[in-house]
């Protein structure tokens, strides 16, 4: 796994062990980048990285010309991996690492006024014996509660396993398309709200 394009280009970025994450394969993150560069949605943007696994989306959009990005998972392991990678990628300085909830972590943040151009929600695959990775009212909080935190005009990605049921709409956010790579299907919104953005 590692860093595509940008200043921190070819950074090699550790994975996090011994939880059941799925890192984004390169050629997926390479796809939905060239996607979001298409709609000038990377250059100067305000970041928000929930599940966020081993920081790889946000610190390709931060190489990429994100202004910041605000990384947000609930495992303590994976917390303390993005801010290696962060460091190893130099690019510490325009990012904030929160440890908890993804729900209640994005409410705060909404609640505090803050705004995103850019939102990537990449919640838990079902496991092998089909259980839901991430219980279903509590991803659909969390996506409410990103929907509510994009500002005017910004992209929510979320990444699912293929074949999921995908919503149309999320709060403001309407579905504009979705693609399918391998075991992942990924969906574009865009919508939100007319107060700031993310900085």
Known sequence: MRVIAGKARGTRLSSVEGIATRPVLDRVKESVFSMLAARGAVESAGVLDLYAGSGSLGIEALSRGAARCVFVDSSADSARVIR??????????????VEGSCPAAVRRLAEAGRRFDLVFADPPFRDAAGLAGEAEGT?????????????????????????????????????????????????????????????
Do not use: C, H, M
Not at 86 to 93: D, M, T
Not at 166 to 193: C, H, K, N, Q, T
């Open 84 to 97: 290696a990678n962060l460091e190893k990628a130099g690019l510490g300085s325009a990012a904030e690492v």
């Open 139 to 199: 991803l659909s909080e969390t996506l409410a509660a990103a929907a509510g935190a994009l500002s005017q005009g910004g992209t929510l990605v979320l990444r699912a396993e293929k074949g999921t049921a995908l919503p149309d709409r999320i709060g403001s956010a309407e579905r504009l398309e979705s693609r399918v790579w391998g075991r992942s299907e990924v969906a574009f919104y865009s919508g939100g709200s007319a107060e700031g953005i993310g900085r």
